[in-house]
């Protein structure tokens, strides 16, 4: 670090990151204060504590239920290993304005520091039930939410779910494993693995970002040789901020007439020689590409091979392996060979969290998600709101600014009823969206870039005129006083209209 804090570039970004925590934090409120409004908000990774800091900061109670203990803080930066970091740059992974990234590409460590001072910062500790699985949310008479049918924690007025994409660690279970010789890990555990390593043949199964980050470790351990076993090809870009955020711009969210450029350009200039690892079945904007730049130079150097194909299942000393060529889907005809390997790290994914604690009615089809308004309100419940768990692919980050506009934007309902949208509006929302991407090739919430997310957001608040006073507060968090003012003159409009109403209706019965 040292070294790094007399970069005239870092400095740079420290310098803007400080600008952007100075003018777009919100105050933490202090102790004494009175928070009005209280919202539930599930799982206290990066999404649930910036999205509990966002709401504490503009007064609104939280209370953060999380299933795991004080050391599951941070969600899966908690859990993974030591070596992981972020593959895309921190620049699009400011989580919360505060944030203050020492670098370019933070480590696991750096991570679940920020997340944690955030939590401090804004006082979370005390309104922090570690241990609380959430199983149930239901509303009462009055539509305020209940946690788990206990009212010891008391009534809610709207629920954040924030429990992620990665839960458990995917292990399947693959023919002849008991007779395999060396070991089996799963990608997320491979803290303990490291002094093992050297010089061994390892053996990855899967292609994603983990197979990818696992390939990174196999490497700085100076494995003998690693071979990824990969079933299905994915996108593999740059860790380049600047390609990223080009690539994050396409504002269609789908592919375009126009899509083959990025994808030649990335053949040409960054697959190079091995072209043949790239998709061909699949365009660039299907699916969620692997950020790294480093695999493709080490299958260059030859410490690393890339086997497309399909498990046969394990030997005593390997993995047998149906190897198949560029275009031959899953299951096709292909060379049949054993890899040999002392080390197995399945880098197979993760179980998704399941959002089954909602009501039913919020999964009932064709509006289960991803297909929710904004992607995150399920229609019917605008005090809902699931942020970053709902989606498929995408892409663009996990991390950044619009937990802050999801949050706002729920905030702004909870507070202003002529903001918000019917069940029969959210729908329309969707069927549009729906209609719009009609021609993409996955369907139409399976996929979608950053920009497409910034659009909906833009067009949800200019839809509706009642939103416009918000639409500082939406997108920076700036400027509530005066919808709020207008949100009190409306209310007491509003009371002034039922009493006269109800005046009327006393001297009609009195006639
Ligand atoms: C190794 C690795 C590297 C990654 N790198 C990147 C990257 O470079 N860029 C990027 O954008 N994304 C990356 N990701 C994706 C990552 O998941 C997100 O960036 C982000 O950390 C997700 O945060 P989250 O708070 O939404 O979910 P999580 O961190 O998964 O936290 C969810 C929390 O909810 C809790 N929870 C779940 N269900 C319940 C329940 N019913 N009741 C109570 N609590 C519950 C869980 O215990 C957990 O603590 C990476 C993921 C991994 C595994
Ligand atoms: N630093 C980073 O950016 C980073 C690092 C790690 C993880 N992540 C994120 O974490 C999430 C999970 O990533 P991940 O790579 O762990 O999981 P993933 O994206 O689900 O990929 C799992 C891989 O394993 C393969 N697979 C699954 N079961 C298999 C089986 N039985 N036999 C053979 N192959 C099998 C899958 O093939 P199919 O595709 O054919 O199913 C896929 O290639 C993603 O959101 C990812 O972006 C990010």
Same mark, same amino acid.
């Given at each position: 670090m040292a070294n790094n804090t007399w970069n005239p570039v870092l400095l740079a970004y420290q310098f803007i990151q400080l600008l952007l925590a100075k003018l777009l934090s919100p105050d933490a409120p202090p102790p004494s204060a009175k928070l009005k409004k209280r919202i539930a908000i599930i799982g206290a990774g990066l999404t649930g504590v910036s999205s509990a800091a966002h709401c504490v900061g503009h007064g609104f109670d939280v209370v953060l239920f999380e299933a795991g203990e004080r050391s599951q803080l941070g969600g899966i930066w908690a859990r993974v290993n030591n070596t992981s970091g972020l593959q895309i740059h921190s620049l699009m992974y400011r989580f919360f304005p505060s944030v203050q990234w020492k670098t370019g590409y933070p480590s696991r460590e750096e991570i679940v520091d920020n997340i944690t001072s955030v939590w401090k910062e804004y006082s979370l500790e005390e309104k922090t039930r570690f241990g609380v699985k959430v199983e149930k949310v239901c509303q009462d008479d009055e539509e305020r939410w209940i946690v788990n049918d206990? #009212?010891?924690y008391g009534k809610f007025d709207a629920v954040v779910a924030a429990i992620g994409t990665c839960g458990d660690p995917k292990m399947p279970h693959i023919s002849g494993q008991e007779m395999f010789q060396g070991e089996i890990y799963h990608s997320s555990e491979l803290d303990s693995v490291e002094e093992f390593t050297k010089g061994k043949r390892v053996a990855i199964i899967g292609g994603g970002a983990s197979a990818v980050e696992a390939l990174e470790f196999t490497s700085a351990a100076q494995a003998g040789k690693t071979i990824v076993l990969s079933r299905s090809d994915k996108w593999i870009i740059p860790r380049n901020a600047v390609v990223d955020m080009l690539l994050a711009m396409n504002i269609f969210g789908q592919e375009t007439l126009l899509s083959w450029i990025p994808e030649k350009l990335l053949?040409? =200039?960054? *697959?190079?020689? =091995?072209a043949d690892l790239a998709?061909? !079945?699949? $365009?660039? @904007?299907?699916?969620?590409?692997?950020v790294n730049s480093d695999v493709l130079d080490k299958i260059r150097e030859g410490s690393a091979s890339w086997l497309r194909g399909d498990i046969l299942g394990f030997s005593r000393n390997g993995?047998? @392996? !149906?190897?198949? %060529?560029?275009g031959v889907p899953p299951g096709g005809p292909g060379k049949e060979l054993t890899v040999e390997c002392d080390i197995v790290i399945m880098a197979t994914g993760f179980y998704r969290p399941k959002l089954s604690f909602l009501p039913d009615d919020c999964f009932e089809e064709p509006y289960s998600p991803? +297909?929710?308004y904004l992607q995150t309100f399920p229609p019917g419940y605008m005090s809902? #709101? %699931? &942020?970053n #768990?709902? *989606?498929? !692919? %995408?892409? $663009?980050?996990? $991390? +950044?600014?619009?937990? $802050?506009i999801y949050t706002r934007i729920l905030l702004m309902f909870l507070v202003d009823p002529l903001t918000r949208p019917t069940q029969q509006l959210m729908h329309a929302w969707i069927d549009m969206t729906r209609f719009f991407k009609y021609r993409a090739p996955t369907p139409a919430f399976d996929f979608f870039t950053y920009s497409e997310l910034l659009f909906w957001y833009v067009f949800?608040?200019? &839809? !509706?005129?009642?939103?416009?006073?918000?639409a500082l507060f939406v997108f920076f968090g700036l400027g509530k006083s005066l919808p709020l003012s207008f949100v009190e003159q409306e209310d007491r409009l509003r009371e002034k209209l039922n009493r006269e109403a109800e005046q009327v209706e006393r001297n009609d019965k009195s006639k």
């Amino acid at each position: 670090m040292a070294n790094n804090t007399w970069n005239p570039v870092l400095l740079a970004y420290q310098f803007i990151q400080l600008l952007l925590a100075k003018l777009l934090s919100p105050d933490a409120p202090p102790p004494s204060a009175k928070l009005k409004k209280r919202i539930a908000i599930i799982g206290a990774g990066l999404t649930g504590v910036s999205s509990a800091a966002h709401c504490v900061g503009h007064g609104f109670d939280v209370v953060l239920f999380e299933a795991g203990e004080r050391s599951q803080l941070g969600g899966i930066w908690a859990r993974v290993n030591n070596t992981s970091g972020l593959q895309i740059h921190s620049l699009m992974y400011r989580f919360f304005p505060s944030v203050q990234w020492k670098t370019g590409y933070p480590s696991r460590e750096e991570i679940v520091d920020n997340i944690t001072s955030v939590w401090k910062e804004y006082s979370l500790e005390e309104k922090t039930r570690f241990g609380v699985k959430v199983e149930k949310v239901c509303q009462d008479d009055e539509e305020r939410w209940i946690v788990n049918d206990e #009212c010891k924690y008391g009534k809610f007025d709207a629920v954040v779910a924030a429990i992620g994409t990665c839960g458990d660690p995917k292990m399947p279970h693959i023919s002849g494993q008991e007779m395999f010789q060396g070991e089996i890990y799963h990608s997320s555990e491979l803290d303990s693995v490291e002094e093992f390593t050297k010089g061994k043949r390892v053996a990855i199964i899967g292609g994603g970002a983990s197979a990818v980050e696992a390939l990174e470790f196999t490497s700085a351990a100076q494995a003998g040789k690693t071979i990824v076993l990969s079933r299905s090809d994915k996108w593999i870009i740059p860790r380049n901020a600047v390609v990223d955020m080009l690539l994050a711009m396409n504002i269609f969210g789908q592919e375009t007439l126009l899509s083959w450029i990025p994808e030649k350009l990335l053949r040409v =200039l960054f *697959y190079r020689d =091995l072209a043949d690892l790239a998709p061909t !079945n699949k $365009g660039i @904007f299907t699916e969620t590409p692997m950020v790294n730049s480093d695999v493709l130079d080490k299958i260059r150097e030859g410490s690393a091979s890339w086997l497309r194909g399909d498990i046969l299942g394990f030997s005593r000393n390997g993995i047998r @392996f !149906n190897q198949r %060529a560029q275009g031959v889907p899953p299951g096709g005809p292909g060379k049949e060979l054993t890899v040999e390997c002392d080390i197995v790290i399945m880098a197979t994914g993760f179980y998704r969290p399941k959002l089954s604690f909602l009501p039913d009615d919020c999964f009932e089809e064709p509006y289960s998600p991803p +297909s929710w308004y904004l992607q995150t309100f399920p229609p019917g419940y605008m005090s809902v #709101c %699931a &942020i970053n #768990c709902t *989606y498929v !692919n %995408a892409i $663009g980050t996990v $991390g +950044s600014y619009h937990i $802050g506009i999801y949050t706002r934007i729920l905030l702004m309902f909870l507070v202003d009823p002529l903001t918000r949208p019917t069940q029969q509006l959210m729908h329309a929302w969707i069927d549009m969206t729906r209609f719009f991407k009609y021609r993409a090739p996955t369907p139409a919430f399976d996929f979608f870039t950053y920009s497409e997310l910034l659009f909906w957001y833009v067009f949800c608040v200019v &839809i !509706n005129p009642f939103r416009w006073k918000w639409a500082l507060f939406v997108f920076f968090g700036l400027g509530k006083s005066l919808p709020l003012s207008f949100v009190e003159q409306e209310d007491r409009l509003r009371e002034k209209l039922n009493r006269e109403a109800e005046q009327v209706e006393r001297n009609d019965k009195s006639k």
